[in-house]
């Protein structure tokens, strides 16, 4: 693979930047009145509206002609056909397979993944149907009326933003709970607002070796066997999802109770698996499925579009142009849908252990920028807080708008005002004020020439801060499927681009090993050779423990 840095379409890029980096996009907008027209993709019910970024026609060009140096489309099929492209684990990716329809063909070794696929939907969606319908009853009869979600990372982050997200359609008799962290307190919590006899658990670990999910489930164990239940009863009140069999009998799992899937499943791309147990509870199969079908047109959308009106092969393009030129080092998402509140959070690890690497995939280190840092809260509650770094802070920080068309919830003029404020704050962050602006309101507000000077510079915001918006038709299990995959695939195009592998996480891996050696020196009080600030903090909490 070609250097980045030295392909012509990268330096004609940098060349390019130094001509437009001036540009103000107001001047771009008043130049051209089709702007919006030239700059906005529609796709699986998604309006995409990247016209308010400091770009011209040939900014556009050229991050295409970056894209095709890259051949991002040949590289999108080599994952979709189940080529090992996450190279430092010898693994295929394969979430694309999760969303295909019955009856496609995918052959992996001799075997048509897809219908191993929908074998083990087969078996969850009968699950669901069980303890939907309450035909599924715990130890004493009584329905299940809680699911305890226990996983961690990818076992976690996607299926609770989902359930968060497709509130509307949850059967609301079944009440979910999540719980990750090995801090007590999040199990505590959730064990004091749920009721033994009515209480499911799903234990959602790929490896099912994590630290924390374990000791979770443990204890979640503990404190089921410490009512009236007995071992026996375990089958009814816990089940697993998970590649590794053995641990799960180990655990004391029922392997009928246990919903496998692949090593080909990344965590962080695994809530269409069975870690998605957890969503077909609390949405039904039916729109489980929906949501699968969102996520396989836009698949479908990503191969077959060309480059010029492809979603995400645009976002990808956009987020290099201001990480790598820009110098963008952080970019937000600011959902306008109340439902979307945990989107951001799931968007952090998609993103961020995806592309958060510094070797590309020949084993050199990179000379550039890659993945940024991605944070980011609901509308409009980020506009009383954080919003005003981004108006008037010294970074350029792009960000990217999502609001839906239509309101779940179409209260008075509720939806009206939410629209009004996402729009008004993307034509805020393009246009700014001027401190011709800004002394004209003063005067018009009746304020002495002396006070103009003083305070007119606070006011001028420099404007030409870039967004996209992204406009649904509605939140539906469709289209948030749709969306989801949208955010899977620019991920992947900005890992093509910038020759890294954005499947792998040995970031992840270092942390699972760290905590193990200390943990045992904090057992035993046995304290080894470490830095002086390690030492001296085992030192201290030692201290406080028995
Ligand atoms: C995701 C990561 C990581 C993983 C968790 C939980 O891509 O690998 O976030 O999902 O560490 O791992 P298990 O599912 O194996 O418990």
């Not at 051949?71 to 189940?82: D, K």
């Not at 696929?117 to 009326?145: L, M």
């Not at 420099?462 to 469709?478: K, M, Y």
């Not at 899977?488 to 499947?503: A, C, M, P």
């Amino acid at each position: 693979m070609h250097k980045l840095t030295e392909l012509p379409a990268w330096r004609d890029l940098q060349s390019h930047y130094a001509e437009v980096k001036e540009l103000q996009m107001r001047d771009l907008f008043a130049q051209d009145d089709r702007r919006f027209d030239n700059f906005s993709a529609t796709a699986c019910g998604i309006l995409l509206d990247y016209s308010k970024n400091r770009i011209v026609q040939r900014t556009m060009d050229l991050l295409i002609s970056l894209a095709q140096a890259r051949n991002i489309a040949t590289e999108a099929n080599r994952m979709y056909s189940g080529e090992h492209i996450n190279a430092t684990e010898d693994r295929s990716v394969l979430h694309t397979a999760l969303r295909m329809p019955r009856g496609d063909r995918l052959e992996i070794d001799g075997v048509n993944v897809v219908d191993a696929v929908h074998e083990v939907a087969a078996q969850s969606a009968q699950f669901t149907d069980k303890i939907r319908s309450g035909e599924w009853r715990g130890f004493t009869g009584k329905p299940i009326r809680h699911i305890v979600n226990i996983g961690i990372g990818g076992s976690d982050l996607g299926p609770l933003m989902v359930c968060e997200a497709l509130k509307p359609w949850q059967q609301r008799e079944l009440q979910m709970h999540f719980v990750s962290n090995v801090d007590g307190t999040h199990l505590a919590e959730v064990l004091a607002a749920v009721d033994v006899e009515s209480t499911l658990f799903i234990i959602a670990s790929k490896t099912f070796t994590t630290l924390e999910t374990l000791a979770n489930a443990h204890t979640a164990r503990n404190w089921f066997l410490d009512s009236q239940a007995t071992e026996k009863d375990i089958a009814s009140h816990f089940v697993a999802v998970s590649t590794n069999k053995e641990a799960v009998s180990e655990f004391g799992i029922d392997t009928r109770n246990m919903f496998r899937f692949w090593d080909w499943v990344g965590g962080r791309y695994s809530l269409w698996s069975s870690i998605g147990l957890s969503i077909r509870l609390a949405i039904g199969n039916q729109n489980f499925d929906a949501m699968l079908n969102g996520a396989h047109e836009m698949d479908r959308h990503f191969i077959e579009t060309d480059y010029r009106s492809n979603l995400p092969v645009i976002m990808g393009l956009l987020g290099v142009w201001y990480g790598n030129f820009f110098n963008a080092r952080t970019c937000v998402v600011a959902p306008y849908d109340q439902y979307l509140h945990r989107f951001p959070a799931y968007l952090q690890q998609l993103d961020m252990e995806s592309n958060g690497k510094s070797v590309a995939m020949d084993g050199s280190s990179v000379e550039y920028s890659t993945g940024a840092v991605l944070w980011g809260e609901p509308g409009t509650n980020g506009q009383h807080a954080f919003f005003q770094l981004i108006h008037q802070g010294t970074d350029l920080i792009p960000a990217d708008f999502i609001v839906p068309a239509v309101s779940q919830n179409p209260i008075g003029g509720h939806h009206k005002m939410l629209l009004a404020n996402c729009i008004a704050q993307t034509e805020a962050l393009m246009k700014g004020k001027t401190l011709e602006e800004a002394r004209s309101e003063l005067a018009a507000s009746g304020q002495s020439p002396a006070a103009i000077d003083a305070i007119a510079p606070h006011k001028v915001f420099s404007g030409n801060r870039p967004s996209n918006t992204l406009l649904l038709e509605e939140l539906t299990p469709e289209t948030l499927g749709s969306l989801i995959a949208l955010y899977e695939h620019k991920v992947f195009v900005q890992g093509k681009i910038w020759g890294i592998n954005s499947f792998d996480q040995w970031g992840v891996e270092l942390g699972k090993q760290l905590a193990s050696t200390v943990l045992q020196e904090l057992e035993t009080g046995d304290i080894g050779s470490h830095d002086n600030s390690t030492t001296g903090l085992l030192r201290y909490c030692s201290g406080f423990l028995d």
